[in-house]
């Protein structure tokens, strides 16, 4: 089953979170953790892994916390999936093109196809489409309310 990890959800969930504050605002992992009922461990390991990718910045200190690291509009779903878990690949053939099967293959066309239009809507889709509720799918249809736990993905 293709699913989204807890480390992306928790990401997206950190970021949604950031972009709902004054600009230059900090946040502390224990404020989110205790806000969404994130374990607190998982979440400071997100918000490095964020951090590290550059999305957010951190600042340590007394009055330290974490802070959007771009405008929530160049922030894509495929850029916090890559940063928390690595390359998208639908298929194995996406990523390794010495596949064994690949001389016979009758399914990989249409599911390297997939794997593109699926690569290309995380792409399109940012946080502050996500933040405003709008659908990632570019029509007008509004995407299901967040709940505080978990991130709903409209097809």
Do not use: W
């Amino acid at each position: 089953m293709l699913n989204l990890t807890k480390r992306v959800e928790y990401g997206l969930i950190s970021l949604l979170d950031m972009s709902s504050r004054d600009p230059g605002a900090v946040v502390t992992a224990s404020e989110i953790a205790a806000k969404y009922e994130i374990p607190l461990k998982l979440l400071r390991q997100v918000l490095y892994r964020l951090a590290k990718g550059h999305l957010v910045h951190s600042h340590q200190g007394v009055r330290g916390g974490y802070l959007l690291g771009k405008q929530p509009s160049e922030i894509s779903v495929k850029d916090v999936i890559e940063v928390l878990e690595g390359p998208l690949h639908l298929v194995e053939c996406a990523r390794e093109h010495d596949c064994h099967q690949i001389q016979h293959c009758q399914i990989r066309h249409s599911m390297m196809h997939l794997h593109n239009r699926m690569v290309s809507l995380f792409q399109q889709c940012t946080v502050a489409e996500i933040s405003s509720m709008s659908s990632c799918l570019g029509d007008s249809t509004r995407a299901a309310p967040l709940l505080p736990r978990r991130l709903v993905v409209s097809s």
